[in-house]
């Protein structure tokens, strides 16, 4: 995702679920963390994502804000564990081949 900040009035306007309300009780609730600007709060592609999720979970399945922030929480640890794998992945792409072959045969027997 780019490094583009949107302004807190185009964050609104690019998450239509979103009302300033609801956005300013997120971030409150740290739920979501705008970057603090002179202009005002900037939020990133990444932020416009969560929110969006956010809106659509809270929208589609009625979540209590409790219920958002853990499933926000999951999100985040999927993310986190999706990424230390690649980066396991990449580590063991350079290693010989013998030494992959090992690991992968013990994986196999690790269900």
């Not at 932020?47 to 853990?70: I, K, N, Q």
């Not at 792409?93 to 992959?100: G, I, L, N, Q, S």
Request: overall charge negative; proline content about 7%.
């Amino acid at each position: 995702m780019s490094d583009h900040r949107l302004s807190e009035t185009e964050t609104l306007a690019a998450v239509p679920l979103l009302t300033r309300s609801r956005l300013q009780a997120w971030v409150r609730a740290a739920l979501v963390a705008p970057i603090e600007t002179p202009e005002g709060p900037a939020y990133r592609p990444l932020d416009v994502a969560r929110l969006t999720l956010a809106c659509e979970l809270t929208e589609g399945f009625e979540l209590t804000d409790d219920a958002l922030a853990l499933v926000l929480a999951l999100v985040d640890r999927l993310h986190q564990a999706e990424a230390e794998l690649g980066a396991l992945a990449e580590v063991l792409a350079e290693e010989p081949e013998p030494v992959r072959r090992r690991i992968g045969g013990q994986l196999a027997r690790h269900p």
